[in-house]
């Protein structure tokens, strides 16, 4: 069988049967990308984040390499380039043995198109410099790298690498780099020496010295020009690289990302940036504590088709906003926060369809926030006022087009589900309240999992088969002979039949598969 068909064939069914065509797309997750639901060892159900989920994918399409390399040796011939397309590590003492793999058969590298470092030991154990060296060797010798993410923080390493990516990886599409704040003048010529560019995720940790003694340098003066950059995703503490790239050419953005997590100082300009690139958006997303400008910022995105908030923020009315007088901070009631009617935009937004909730952690009374209400209701009342006025805004007079509404909480989806549901009284009626709002307009109101919101998965009724779960010692990279030593040889006809039945599920989910920058 492995020989009456053509090397062109089996690459197309491998492709197929490794899940390639979702770990080499160029988007990276986004905040409205969904969440899956999975069986724990004891049969619980648990929410698994986008970003576990690619985890896994990448490594169950190792796995399928594997199976397929061992069939036979025309598939091992044909599919040891498969084994090394993809790299995923998250032990990265493996980066050296890679590096000894790619010592011995240097046109392996040639084959390399994704490397994916993912957060490991929790923060105990050898850090990211401890392994520059092999990291640094095995760039030099993948130059069709297309995707490079390290969401584990580079610190002093990252200048090194950068140089290395900007010299040899001149096919780089995507990357996620994790860096001090201090490094942003680096991550400017970093992105200067990579023009083609089209996903790009930063995340910018807290200064390791002093922040007032931080200068761009020359990197201040960069105006750089990205024309094919469509994808950019901020995180931390992003303020300086906010404010300079506010200055630059994206003539392609069309999806932007903000996420300054619990911080509420020093909160950067997303005015200033968006009045620069916020005609060409179509996905825009911004999650912080402090309320932004939303009518400011929705009149300055007039294409968005997607747009994610906090539904947390005081968002005051348009007349309130207008009294040079009015103080926000210290004439605040519930009264207020009830009674004052909330619009989230100047004018209709003509194409807006798609809307994502942050926050509502207290809406719904389960979890942690549970216990705030007992310890400070005032604070969860005032949020949960907050939480009705803005979703009362979501009204077909301001979005004529909106399709769905989704609450992006994994962590809230989880709680409600090991609470059973929202807890009774008030939170239950927001909860009745909010659905029969999305009822009359037509819209849906889902979970980050993109089921109907207050749809649970059913009570556990079987053992999960542990498919998911990957042992860690499986997860090896192993090439040409040292598969012939180390695996027994297994039917050709169970594997093919099993190949070919991965291959039918896949290509009737293919055309299903939305791309992650507009996953709804």
Request: aromatic share 10%.
């Amino acid at each position: 069988m492995a020989d009456r068909l053509p090397p062109e064939l089996w690459s197309y069914i491998f492709d197929l049967a490794a899940d390639e065509n979702v770990i080499f797309y160029p988007g990276l997750p986004t905040s409205m990308t969904p969440s899956t639901w999975s069986r724990a060892i004891y049969g619980e159900w648990k929410v698994r984040t986008p970003q576990d989920t690619i985890n896994i994918t990448q490594r169950r399409s190792y796995a399928t390499k594997k199976a397929i390399i061992r069939t036979c040796k025309r598939w091992q011939q044909l599919g040891t380039e498969f084994l090394v397309r993809c790299l995923f590590f998250d032990n990265p003492t493996k980066l050296r043995d890679l590096r000894h793999i790619l010592d011995r058969d240097t046109s392996l590298g040639w084959w390399v198109r994704r490397l994916h470092i993912t957060h490991f030991l929790n923060g105990r154990g050898p850090t990211m410099g401890d392994f520059e060296e092999p990291l640094l060797a095995i760039l030099t010798q993948t130059p069709n790298l297309e995707i490079f993410i390290v969401d584990w923080p580079m610190s002093t390493a990252f200048g090194a690498i950068a140089d290395t990516l900007g010299t040899y990886c001149h096919n780089l599409r995507t990357v996620h780099w994790h860096v001090p704040c201090e490094f942003i003048s680096k991550v400017i010529w970093a992105l200067e020496s990579l023009p083609h560019l089209i996903s790009v995720h930063l995340t910018f940790d807290p200064a390791l010295k002093e922040p007032d003694t931080i200068t761009l340098g020359s990197a201040e003066s960069v105006r750089l020009i990205l024309p094919h950059l469509q994808q950019l995703f901020l995180k931390g503490f992003c303020q300086d690289f906010m404010e300079q790239a506010a200055g630059w050419t994206l003539p392609m953005l069309n999806s932007f990302s903000f996420d300054f997590g619990a911080n509420t100082l020093n909160v950067p300009d997303v005015v200033g940036f968006l009045a620069q690139h916020g005609a060409t958006l179509l996905f825009l997303d911004l999650n912080c504590v402090p309320a932004l400008d939303v009518r400011t910022i929705l009149a300055l995105c007039p294409i968005l088709t997607a747009f994610c908030f906090n539904l947390d923020w005081k968002i005051t009315s348009p007349e309130r906003s207008a009294s040079p007088t009015h103080d926000d901070t210290f004439n605040t009631t519930l009264d207020d926060v009830d009674l004052a009617p909330i619009s989230l935009t100047n004018r209709p937004h003509e194409h807006i369809q798609h809307i994502g909730l942050h926050g509502c952690i207290y809406a719904f009374g389960v979890g942690y926030a549970s216990a705030y209400l007992t310890a400070d209701p005032l604070r969860t009342l005032l949020v949960q006022r907050s939480n009705d006025a803005n979703f009362r805004a979501l009204s077909r007079a301001s979005f004529p087009r909106l399709e769905r509404v989704r609450i992006l909480s994994p962590l809230l989806l989880q709680d409600l589900n090991d609470e059973n549901g929202p807890r009774a009284g008030e939170c239950f009626e927001r909860w009745e309240s909010w659905w029969d709002a999305c009822e009359s307009m037509g819209v849906r109101l889902e979970d980050c999992s993109t089921g109907l919101l207050g749809t649970l998965p059913p009570e556990p009724v079987e053992e999960p088969d542990g498919s998911d779960e990957e042992e860690e010692d499986e997860y090896e990279y192993h090439t040409g002979d040292e598969e012939e030593r180390t695996s027994a040889r297994v039917s050709n006809v169970a594997e093919l039949r099993e190949l070919l039945e991965e291959c039918r599920k896949m290509s009737a989910e293919a055309e299903q598969h939305p791309p992650l920058f507009f996953p709804f």
